[in-house]
Every structure is written in structure tokens, then in C-alpha cells.
């Protein structure tokens, strides 16, 4: 009886000690988060979606000059390579065509590039900081993971994590660049030598690189949903376990623990769903300016070798339009990088929370 009684006022005393906790999701927001989204991103009812398309809005009113400058100096050597090219049909002397053939090419190859280069710059930039933007925001999700119960998930998910971000950055952050800049060296002797094409050398190339990131893409986002769905039945079968012990060993307060355990995994679950949202988002308005930009530039070169085909520059049409799917291949590996990323939060952001479950 004395036991009992003695259980009893322990209870009652630890119940009356105030505990404390984060409630706001802003509470668990990280700097690079913070620093992605827009100031005015949050209100009282949720997200401001218009703080999101003012964001767009202002990152293309910035973006637009830039694209202009580079398409206007495009077009600018095109025009004189068109003069050139004219030149080299009234000319009598074979030599002299081929000197004024090769120094267009030239022109037009080292414009090409200095606005590849440019590009690729800021691919390699906004790469850098998707890998310190996740490997800043592993920690919140596994204590996250940790205060739903989900203790076995959280261990599995740092070290998928910390797999997933090492294999990013050897194959994205220090494989892409070199391998782009192999291709449109490919592109270059192509239009130089006339006699040798090396297109399919920079499409095998390409190809294999692209099979080579999906295939590495694929089986982390494999292993970590499957790793998922084995961790969870053992979490819940250990609060479970918890939940049980102390409805029998605590009388009277013991059963009230289910209640409460449940209205702290419905409020862990909102924030998981609220913080995985504004990380999807961070993500996305990170990776919204340099999107933007390299899809400009591909229509920009799309635009110039179309016009290189009507002033009869079939050398030139072939390097800018190398380069337009240069472009294009770029963008789909930094989407498809930013997507494997997004399929990994949204796993976070659905798991659902063991305790009260």
C-alpha cells in the first residue's frame, strides 16, 4: 500500500513539472532555409504563396537583362561570321575561305563558351549549396524523426543520408562540369576538322553519364523508402512496448498516457508536414534561379542556331546547337539532382510518427 501511494505522488509530481517545447515550426527552420525563403513566406494561416510568385517575378526581372546581353553578343559574332562567310564565297583562293571559315568558328566558339562557362559557374554553385543545404538539414530531421518515436528510422535516415550526399557530390557536384565541358570539346573538333564527327562520342558520353545518375538516383531512393517502411513496424512495436509497461505500472495515471501520447504525435506530425513543406520550397526557390537562367540560355541558343540555318552557317548552327543540348542536359541533371532531394523530404514529411499511433 505504501508503494502505491509512494508511485502515486511521484506521478502527480511529474506531472506538475513544466515542460517545454517548440510549437511554431520556425522554431526549427535552419539558416540556409532562412535564407532561401522569401522574408514574408509565413503568415498566420500558413504559407504566402503570393511571397512565392513575387519571388519568381523578381528573379526573372533579373535574370531577363543577363539572357538579353548574352543573346544580343551571340547574335552580334553570328552576323559577323555571316559577313565573313560572304566574304570567303567572293574570294578566289581556297586558303582564304578556310582562314575566314575557321576564324567565324573561333568567334562564335569562344562567345558560345564564355556563356556555357558562365552557366556551368553557377550550376557548380547552386550544387554546393543544395549539399550544405541537406547536409544542414539531416540533423533537424532525425531529431524530428526522434521526438515522433521514430528512433531506429532516424539512425537509418542520417546514414542513407549522409550516403545520398556523399554520392551527390562526387557524381554531380565534381563529375557534372568536367563531363560538359568533354562534350562541347567533342562539339569544337567536330566543326574544326569537318571530317571527323564526334557527336556520337558526346551522346555516348552523355548517355552513359545519365544512366550512371539515374541508376545511383533510383537505388538511393529505393533503399531509403524501403528502409523506412522495415524501421517503422520496430519503432512502434517498442512504444508499444513503453506504453504498455507504464499503463500497468503507474495505476490511474498510466492510462492517461495514451491520450496524451497521441496529442503529441498528431502535433510532432504537423510539424513534420509544415517543415517539410518549407524545406520542398526552400529547395525550390533556391534552384529557381539558375533553372530560369539555363532554360533562357537554351532558348537563346535555340534562337541563334536557328538563325545561323537561315544566313547558311552550317558550321556554326552545329556548335550553338551543340551547345543548346548541352543546355538542355544540364538543366535536366540539376532538376533531376534537386528531385531526388524532394523525394527524400517528402518521405520525412509522410512518415507517419509511432508514439500515439
Known amino acids: 500500500m505504501i508503494k502505491r501511494l509512494a508511485v502515486i505522488v511521484l506521478s502527480l509530481i511529474i506531472l ?25 513566406i509565413l503568415v498566420e494561416d500558413g504559407i504566402s504563396y503570393n511571397a512565392l510568385w513575387n519571388e519568381l517575378i523578381r528573379c526573372v526581372t533579373r535574370i531577363l537583362p543577363v539572357i538579353l546581353h548574352n543573346m544580343t ?14 566574304l570567303g564565297f567572293s574570294v578566289v ?32 554553385i ?72 564526334l557527336k556520337p562520342v558526346a551522346a555516348f558520353v552523355r548517355k552513359t553519364y545519365t544512366t550512371v545518375l539515374v541508376f545511383a538516383m533510383t537505388s538511393m531512393i529505393c533503399i531509403l523508402s524501403l528502409q523506412n517502411m522495415l524501421t517503422r513496424p520496430k519503432d512502434s512495436l517498442s512504444i508499444r512496448t513503453i506504453k504498455f509497461a507504464a499503463a500497468n505500472s503507474i495505476p490511474i495515471v498510466g492510462g492517461a498516457l495514451g491520450e496524451a501520447m497521441a496529442t503529441v504525435g498528431v502535433g510532432i506530425s504537423a510539424i513534420r508536414g509544415s517543415f517539410g513543406v518549407l524545406a520542398i520550397l526552400a529547395l525550390a526557390v533556391m534552384m ?32 550553338i546547337s551543340g551547345a543548346a543540348e548541352l543546355m538542355n542536359f544540364a538543366l535536366a541533371i540539376t532538376i ?22
Not at 562526387?170 to 571530317?195: A, N
Not at 533531376?336 to 499511433?357: D, E, H, L, N, R
Open 16 to 40: 506538475v513539472i513544466p515542460i517545454n517545447a517548440y510549437d511554431d515550426v520556425s522554431e526549427y527552420i535552419t539558416e540556409e532555409m532562412e535564407d532561401a525563403l522569401p522574408e514574408d
Open 73 to 86: 553578343s551571340i547574335l552580334s559574332v553570328v552576323i559577323i561570321a555571316s559577313i565573313f562567310n560572304t
Open 93 to 124: 583562293s581556297a586558303g582564304i575561305q578556310s582562314c575566314l571559315a575557321y576564324l567565324s568558328c573561333g568567334c562564335i566558339a569562344m562567345a558560345v563558351y564564355s556563356v556555357l562557362s558562365s552557366v556551368w559557374e553557377e550550376m557548380v
Open 126 to 197: 547552386l550544387l554546393s549549396r543544395i549539399n550544405t543545404f541537406m547536409t544542414t538539414l539531416t540533423p533537424v530531421t532525425t531529431l524530428l524523426y526522434s521526438m515522433g518515436g521514430n528512433i531506429t528510422t532516424a539512425a537509418v535516415n542520417n546514414t542513407a543520408m549522409s550516403i545520398i550526399l556523399t554520392a551527390f557530390e562526387t557524381l554531380c557536384y565534381h563529375g557534372i562540369r568536367p563531363m560538359l565541358q568533354i562534350c562541347f570539346g567533342f562539339s569544337i573538333v567536330s566543326v574544326f576538322s569537318g571530317s571527323i564527327d
Open 288 to 319: 529557381l534561379p539558375s533553372v530560369i537562367s539555363m532554360w533562357l540560355n537554351k532558348i537563346s541558343f535555340s534562337l541563334m542556331s536557328a538563325v545561323c540555318s537561315v544566313f547558311g552557317l552550317t558550321r556554326e548552327e552545329s556548335l
Open 336 to 357: 533531376s539532382s534537386a528531385m531526388m532531394f524532394i523525394i527524400s523530404i517528402s518521405v520525412f514529411a509522410t512518415a507517419q510518427g509511432v508514439v500515439g499511433g
